[in-house]
């Protein structure tokens, strides 16, 4: 089974920027869609972004123009730029890799003031 481990979560005020990025134990990622996944306190877990194997992506409409995915096959990361955060974006962040059983162990991401 795959392994997962995110990084770059933190706290950042309102309008702030920050940069996650998933790394892979395995090279994964010739392979598989990758997709980022949040879940704030109380909700269910929903569907940031994805990107396929040949890089077409798509975004949850709550982000899109604010947050990016891509993929770098080389280093076998996913990263997540995050722009124009707002309080709504608070929630564990967490890497998938598109059919599979793997998830990473999540980011906490808090945007407040």
């Known amino acids: 089974q795959v392994q997962l481990v995110e990084s770059g979560g933190g706290l950042v005020q309102p309008g702030g920027s920050l940069r996650l990025s998933c790394a892979a134990t395995?090279?994964?990622?010739?392979?598989?869609?990758m997709a980022w996944y949040r879940q704030a306190p109380g909700k269910q877990r929903e569907l940031v972004a994805v990107?396929?194997?040949?890089?077409?992506?798509h975004y949850a409409d709550s982000v899109k123009g604010r947050f990016t995915i891509s993929r770098d096959n080389a280093k076998s990361t996913v990263p997540l730029q995050m722009n124009s955060l707002k309080p709504e974006d608070t929630g564990v962040y967490y890497c998938h890799a598109v059919s599979t059983l793997s998830w990473g162990q999540g980011t906490q991401v808090t945007v407040s003031s």
């Open positions: 395995e090279n994964i990622f010739s392979s598989y869609a």
């Open positions: 990107i396929t194997t040949g890089g077409s992506t």
